[in-house]
């Protein structure tokens, strides 16, 4: 069970859409339609933004878009706001009711 | 409103046992379908998940962990109780307790975060 990958860093300007991308394997995101994204300001604790691939909960903005092909998830953010600055981490289900997370992208809006 | 927050204490010695607890409200662990799960995030780095109880008492636990790791609920309480043996510097970070729902299968919300630094 290894960290799900993700990019390091993102960047994009204000009102630009970014993608964030979250490979696992087969043995996760792959087989599972159970990814889950999470957003997190500096000193606070994750905010969950997606779940099941591509649902929102209550109250999160449909700017946040989530999708799925094959080993690799996506969390799309269009019109892009300073409020977006964040980290993101995925999430999935891994079998046998065990989960893993991603290793965290860092979003910059120029 | 569903509502979690951890505690237990902020530094430990290395070799020691960390235990850590979960207090919550706005939900029952007797519920079918809810649990409680713990996450950890060393300083600067990603999140890494722990431990999850269910509703059922069934317990899962991160492999690379399991050796170290117990999970309990006292549903009378509204508590989880996380213990971690053999405590090394590189335990040291931020521990979250998270709300598990079955149905929706996410961590939502979660708790503010314990600092725990593992130092002799």
């Known amino acids: 069970q290894s960290a799900l990958t993700q990019p390091a860093s993102v960047s994009g300007s204000p009102g630009q859409s970014i993608t964030i991308s979250c490979t696992g394997t087969?043995?996760?995101?792959?087989?599972?339609?159970?990814v889950s994204w999470y957003q997190q300001h500096p000193g606070k604790a994750p905010k969950l933004m997606i779940y099941e691939v591509s649902k929102r909960p209550s109250g999160v903005s449909n700017r946040f878009s989530g999708s799925k092909s094959g080993n690799t998830a996506s969390l799309t953010i269009s019109g892009l706001q300073a409020e977006d600055e964040a980290d993101y981490y995925c999430c999935s289900y891994a079998g046998s009711s065990l989960w893993v997370f991603g290793g965290g992208t860092k979003l910059t809006v120029l | 409103q569903i509502t979690l927050k951890e505690s237990g204490p902020t530094l430990v010695k290395p070799t020691q046992t960390l235990t850590l607890t979960c207090t919550f409200s706005?939900?029952?662990?007797?519920?079918?379908?809810?649990?409680v799960g713990w996450i950890r995030q060393p300083p600067g780095k990603a999140l890494e998940w722990l431990a999850l109880?269910?509703?059922?008492?069934?317990?899962r636990y991160s492999p690379s962990l399991k050796s170290r790791l117990t999970i309990t609920k006292d549903t009378s309480k509204n508590q989880v109780v996380l213990t971690m043996t053999n405590m090394d510097p590189v335990d040291t970070a931020t521990y979250y307790c998270?709300?598990?729902?079955?149905?929706?299968?996410?961590?939502?919300?979660w708790g503010q975060g314990t600092l725990v630094t593992v130092s002799s």
């Open positions: 998270a709300h598990f729902n079955w149905e929706y299968n996410w961590f939502d919300p």
């Open positions: 109880i269910y509703w059922d008492d069934d317990k």
């Open positions: 706005g939900f029952s662990l007797s519920t079918s379908g809810v649990g």
């Open positions: 087969s043995s996760d995101v792959g087989s599972y339609n159970l």
